[in-house]
């Protein structure tokens, strides 16, 4: 038992402080057994106080700490860090979350909020109590990473890995590599096209033999934790030898029969069953559609490398740590939102931008000249009635990006832009004072009075109520109308739950706190980046991905891995071996061993992952759980109550 | 039961560390109100709650226990539903023999981003505990 427990009750500036009586919290608690010190503190995890811990641990011999303050998600680590450079164990420190838990959750009871906050300190000064001196259990660390997703977060982490000299598997579930980026014409700010991006990186990357590219490639199972995932990873036949020679290739995707639409240009276009997305596309070989594939065998008899006996491969792979880099779909308007799919020419941001690429000298639509242009922003983002509430950030630049393009490349076009307010931040807000200056119309309205699209006499037209000039009906006659699309979570996220991971509101993938800890998830081991955390721009999502390699790289780089010492324990004296924990444990960690005449459970520390499923199937309770012992969780109910 | 008459019931839940918690951490952050009288233990899976706790948890006064379970996000395997469903099963008879009511224990899953929905069940739970203590 604890007989020296230091507890510092944070204000969080006014975080707590504004709704719990800190002071009354302290005063509550200072004469409780064991304690030697209680203070209150504006900041716990400022530099300053944290300095002055170590100093009270030092100077009166503390043996127990515990800190009252916002969850333990953002800073149980700070504070045993704290313990440690104090040359106290950490695991004697116990973390009281009385912020997001008390403070902010019952603001609208300060008295209440205060009680609370007295039984959650008190609870934690009586687990301290019962906290032993322990020792990360240590483990080998597979000192290589996955990275699940092709795109540019995917190329810009595998490429920092690398730097590094950690082996990397970059798995893409599509046939050819680049992800959203590839589908991209000239970009802001640099006027590099996305192919020019997309080919700069592969280019980089297969010269690095520490990094193994896999496309066509999906992880369908995952075993193990940090340190040591095991995943399969499904990879489907290309059913291609090797590149055909280019004549030949192109003899055979035009002998196809096949025609489907086209993905790659969101279906404005079509393709072959035999296909490549764009003739410098990387891997530079096509690959065959085998689901919409007749098999006419007319390609096979134009070309001699087509190899329809290609079989699919399960590869087993064995990484310390997994980086997520699926990225985002682009939002779908419904049948009818803002008129589409019900009026002709209404195209998505998406496809607009392949349109711009693919047309020369004019720009047509359904073989009609294009003129005038309406931008309807916003389109799924920002939404008050639906499920997307948040800002895609990317779109308003993408679109006035497009805009200043379309105008450049083609003649005698006018742009109107009806938008929401424009959030063109940083550096791109020069694209949107180009576009003005240039003569693009821009109007406003509010969430709850949208632009209205309606078919009027054979002609499209858009009207708004333009807050800009005190509520004017302005109505446009469109040739084209263009809906600024934001980012959704890909509709095939199913990779996530592979892994658990948690997503956020907005259906994202979740860090566990955007500003302390931005790429790490709350599954050890496993770091997120780019558009699949959420909605990013390129250059956001290169950030992100740096971020997370030189994290997911920090958890393996030394080869030992230290992971929680929480491992079932069992009373010899209790135990009668009955096989039920044995059978409860889904990790094999328990097995019998006889002790005299006697035989009892046996827990394997390198195997037991700590979830407990073992305790409450035992007929003697004879198992507990480091940490989480029966006199620990006990002591606690006793001090809530 | 605690005494009649009373503003909120006392409720402990058991949430788990990696999926009920942040959504209860989230829950504060949004300022979604719920009575200051839910009061949070930690453990690292639903299926690893001793019937033990739950029943010293009722001797010492409080009036229900919410298992915020992990359900099918549990990072701990596929089997922890079925265990946790046992677990209730098995205190629920253990509360028949001490002549609580069953229904004083309660369990939903609860996801990493379920905050809404466990203000809506610890709500709707404070309220039958009321009314079942001034009935």
């Known amino acids: 038992m604890k007989k020296k427990i230091g507890v510092y009750i ?59 303050s916002c969850s333990p998600k953002l800073h149980l680590i700070t504070f045993r860090n704290v313990c440690e450079r104090a040359n ?66 995917g190329m810009k982490a595998a490429i920092a890995l690398s730097d590094k000299d950690c082996p990397v598997y970059l798995i893409e579930r599509e046939f050819f590599i680049g992800g959203r980026v590839a589908q991209w014409d000239t970009m802001f700010t640099t006027n590099e096209t996305g192919k020019e991006v997309v080919t700069k990186l592969y280019n980089n990357l297969i010269l690095r033999p520490n990094v193994t590219i896999f496309t066509g490639a999906e992880v369908i199972k995952n075993v193990g934790s940090i340190g040591d995932f095991k995943l399969k990873v499904k ?88 980086l997520m880099a699926t990225g985002f779909d682009p939002y779908t308007p419904k049948d009818g939102e803002f ?28 073989e009609k000249e294009v003129k005038n242009i309406a931008y309807i922003y916003c389109v799924g983002s920002r939404q008050a009635e639906g499920e997307n509430t948040y800002c895609s950030r990317y779109c308003c630049t993408s679109a006035i990006h497009s805009s200043l393009l379309v105008k450049k490349k083609f003649a005698n076009i006018y742009n109107y832009h009806f938008t929401r307010g424009i959030r063109t931040y940083g550096k791109q807000e020069v694209l949107y004072a180009e576009s003005s200056q240039q003569g693009d119309i821009y109007m406003q309205s509010y969430e709850d009075a949208l632009p209205i699209v309606s078919r009027i006499n054979d002609k499209t037209i858009v009207k708004i109520n333009d807050i800009l000039t005190g509520g004017k009906e302005i109505t446009v006659e469109a040739d084209l109308i263009v809906l ?13 739950a592979l892994f658990k991971l948690p997503k956020g509101r907005d259906n994202f993938f979740n860090e566990i706190h955007m500003k302390l800890r931005p790429v790490e998830t709350f599954i050890d081991g496993v770091t997120i980046s780019g558009a699949c955390q959420g909605p990013k721009n390129i250059m956001e999502s290169a950030n992100s991905a740096l971020s997370a390699a030189t994290k997911s790289y920090s958890y393996i780089s030394k080869g030992i891995l230290e992971t929680e010492p929480i491992v079932a324990v069992v009373d010899k004296n209790a135990c009668s071996w009955c096989n039920s924990c044995s059978e409860a444990c889904p990790f094999d960690a328990i097995s019998k061993i006889e002790i005299g005449e006697k035989t009892i459970a046996s827990i394997n520390n390198a195997v037991c992952k700590g979830c407990g499923m073992c305790l409450p199937v035992c007929p003697t309770d004879a198992i507990d759980l480091i940490a989480y012992s029966s006199k620990e969780i006990e002591s606690m109910i006793d001090s809530l109550i | 039961m605690a005494e009649k008459n009373m503003k909120s019931a006392k409720i402990l839940v058991f ?18 109100h719920y009575p200051p009288t839910v009061y949070t233990i930690t453990v690292p899976c639903s299926s690893g709650i001793k019937s033990r706790w739950i029943m010293h948890a009722y001797e010492k006064g409080f009036d229900g226990v919410f298992i915020a379970a992990d359900g099918s996000d549990c990072i701990f395997g596929e089997s922890c ?55």
């Open chain 1, 88 to 153: 106290l164990n950490k695991y004697n420190y116990v973390h009281a979350n009385i912020r997001e838990q008390v403070s902010w959750a019952h603001s609208d009871d300060k008295l209440g909020a205060t009680e609370k906050a007295i039984h959650i300190v008190k609870a934690a000064i009586a687990k301290v109590r019962y906290a032993e001196s322990l020792e990360p259990n240590k483990i080998v660390a597979q000192k290589a990473v996955a990275i699940i997703g092709g795109g540019v977060a």
């Open chain 1, 484 to 496: 600024v699309t934001g980012m959704v979570p890909r509709a095939d996220n199913s990779v996530g």
């Open chain 1, 339 to 366: 008129g589409y799919n019900e009026v002709d020419n209404v195209v998505t941001l998406p496809q607009f931008k392949r349109m711009i690429e693919l047309s020369d000298k004019k720009l047509l639509f359904k």
């Open chain 1, 235 to 322: 990879i489907a036949p290309r059913y291609i030898k090797d590149k055909c020679k280019e004549g030949n290739l192109q003899k055979a995707i035009d002998a196809c029969p096949v025609v489907l639409p086209d993905e790659f240009n969101f279906n404005i276009t079509t393709r072959k069953a035999i296909y490549h997305n764009f003739p410098s596309e990387y891997p530079q070989s096509p690959v065959i559609d085998i689901k919409n594939c007749t098999r006419c065998g007319k390609c096979e008899q134009i070309c001699e490398n087509i190899d329809f006996s290609q079989k699919e491969e399960i590869l087993d792979i064995n990484v310390g740590s997994v």
């Open chain 2, 81 to 135: 539903t079925e265990k946790t469903g046992h677990i209730v099963s098995r205190t629920h008879e253990l509360m028949k023999q001490n002549k609580i009511e069953p229904a004083r224990l309660k369990m939903a899953a609860i996801c990493s981003v379920c905050s809404e929905s466990f203000v809506k069940q610890i709500k709707s739970f404070n309220e039958y505990l009321l009314k079942n203590s001034n009935s």
């Open chain 2, 15 to 32: 949430s788990t560390e990696k999926i009920s918690d942040p959504a209860i951490d989230m829950a504060g952050l949004l300022k979604l």
């Open chain 1, 10 to 68: 944070c204000h969080c500036g006014g975080n707590i402080s504004d709704y719990v009586d800190v002071e009354k919290v302290r005063q509550a608690i200072e004469n409780e057994e064991g304690v030697s010190l209680a203070k209150t503190t504006i900041f716990a995890c400022s530099d300053s106080n944290q300095k002055d811990m170590v100093a009270d641990i030092n100077t009166n011999q503390l043996d127990g700490v515990v800190v009252a």
